[in-house]
């Protein structure tokens, strides 16, 4: 085995990958594709629920904090 997939492998987090798989196919749906392509849909999500955050703040219908391990540049 190549010194690329040890290092994957060791590394490897099967209930973190299957959350994203799971959110993954949730946006599939959610957003009706139906090309069969994945591509673009976190980048749309991000998007759109940017929006969606940013007017319940001003509503003030949502107050959001930081995890104490974020750090902001």
Sequence with gaps: MGTHYESLLQN???S???KRSDFLEYLYE???VTDGLYTGLW???CVDIGFVTRDLI???NLKC???DDVEVN
């Design 43 to 45: 980048s749309a999500f």
């Design 30 to 32: 959610f957003y009706e």
């Design 58 to 60: 001003l509503e003030g």
């Design 65 to 67: 904090t930081l995890a």
């Design 16 to 18: 973190e990958e299957q």
């Design 12 to 14: 490897w987090d099967a």
